[in-house]
Structure formats: structure tokens, C-alpha cells
């Protein structure tokens, strides 16, 4: 698809000979699409991606998927550990607190069906920010829409439970690591992280439900540890 380009200088060579295998959806978190675009080509600011989609559908380009983008940050996922030159980075236009428009969301789904096709990226290895560094990231936040990507093929939702589980602590950890959730965070920032993106409406401690939705990710979309980062 069309993209306007606007080059960032804060890019460079992905390590190791690595090649994009994952994508990673962002929010700005910033005033406009316009304010989002001079930070992320800012080469004080440090940070980039490889594009922006504005409220309107308009989308930019800032680095080429070739190259790796500064978006990630510390983090990861399975065992990779340096996310940026494993993935493709896209910057939503929004406060984190608003919906995500039609025109963006529409315009997202056409880039990624591009992506996936084009890097045989599986739709399990869509992920948020907050899945990725869930101790220092929400974004995209509990306003995304995963559900709708999943059911266009570009993600992945867990299945309704015909019977949720009890509560267990060293199970549901088990579980999201299975998933790709990685590091030694607390149970407590896991648990929020996984209710961000599959129970938004959830709240108060691990229930029966939190439970399902894990051991249902780990059973059907276990992460690939074939190969950690360079």
C-alpha cells in the first residue's frame, strides 16, 4: 500500500543478520499524528519506527522494514531479547486513552496483511508493547481493538473455556512464559499485561477466567525459542 515516505535517521543494520519475524503495535501517546512524526524523525529524540498510522488512515513511512528501527526498547519475547531487530514497529496516532478510529484501524489491517505475507510472519507474533516490557509499557492499551485483527486473521484470541480452572499462581506463570511473556516480572504485572490485551474489563486478583485465556495461549500458540537474539 501507499506510504508517505518520511525518513528517520534513527535506524540502522539489524543485528546479526537477523530478519523480521514479529510486529510490534504501538501508540504515540502524543497531540497529533503531525507531533508524532517530528519526534520519531528526530534524531535528538533517539526513537523510531518503521511507520505511523494517523487518526485519519494516513500512514507513513520512516524506516525501511529492511532495517531496524528504534521502537522497542528493553524487553522480550520468548527468548528474544533484542526485539528491534527482530520486528516491525507501527506507531498508532492516539492518547491511549481514546478509541482507535475506522480509518486507522482499516488502514492497519491493510499494512499488516502486507507485512505478514511478505516476511511469512505468523499472526501469533503480532504483539503490543505491554506484551513485550510490561513493567515500562501499556501501549496499545486497553482500548485496541485484538479482537478485531484476530478475527481478520491478524492476530490470535484465545477460546471461550468450557470450564475455567482454579486459580494457580505457578500455572498461569507457566503458562504466559509458554506464551512468550518473559523475564522475572511480578505475577501482578503479568496478570495486567494479559488482561490489556484479552479481558480489558477485568480487574481485582487472578481469577478462573485469567487462567483459561493462558493455558489456552500456551496450548495453541506456544512461542518460538528456536533461535534468541544475536
Known amino acids: 500500500m501507499t506510504a508517505q515516505i518520511c525518513p528517520s535517521p534513527n535506524c540502522g543494520p539489524r543485528r546479526g543478520g537477523a530478519r523480521p519475524d514479529m510486529v510490534v503495535v504501538h501508540y504515540t501517546a502524543m497531540s497529533s499524528a503531525e507531533a508524532a512524526l517530528e519526534r520519531l524523525c528526530d534524531a535528538a529524540a533517539e526513537v523510531s519506527a518503521h511507520y505511523l498510522i494517523a487518526e485519519d488512515g494516513r500512514l507513513f513511512r520512516m524506516v525501511d522494514e529492511r532495517l531496524r528501527a ?37 488502514t492497519l489491517e491493510r499494512l499488516l496483511r502486507e507485512i ?70 511480578p505475577t501482578d504485572l503479568l496478570l495486567d499485561a494479559l488482561r490489556q490485551r484479552f479481558r480489558p474489563w477485568a480487574a481485582g486478583p487472578l481469577a478462573p477466567a485469567d487462567m483459561a485465556v493462558a493455558l489456552d495461549l500456551a496450548r495453541r500458540f506456544p512461542v518460538d525459542r528456536g533461535g534468541a537474539s544475536p
Open 70 to 106: 528504534w521502537h522497542a526498547g528493553a524487553g522480550c519475547w520468548g527468548d528474544v531479547t533484542d526485539v528491534n531487530s527482530r520486528s516491525i514497529g507501527i506507531e498508532l496516532a492516539n492518547s491511549g486513552a481514546a478509541p482507535f478510529p475506522e480509518p486507522q484501524m482499516a
Open 116 to 185: 505478514l505475507a511478505r516476511w511469512s510472519i505468523p499472526p501469533e507474533r503480532v504483539i503490543g508493547h505491554s506484551d513485550m516490557a510490561p513493567a515500562r509499557k501499556s501501549d496499545p492499551g486497553r482500548r485496541f481493538d485484538w479482537r478485531r485483527l484476530a478475527r481478520a486473521g491478524l492476530s490470535i484470541w484465545p477460546a471461550a473455556a468450557v470450564a475455567a480452572p482454579a486459580p494457580d499462581e505457578a500455572a498461569f506463570r507457566a503458562a504466559l512464559r509458554a506464551f512468550g511473556y518473559g523475564g522475572t516480572h
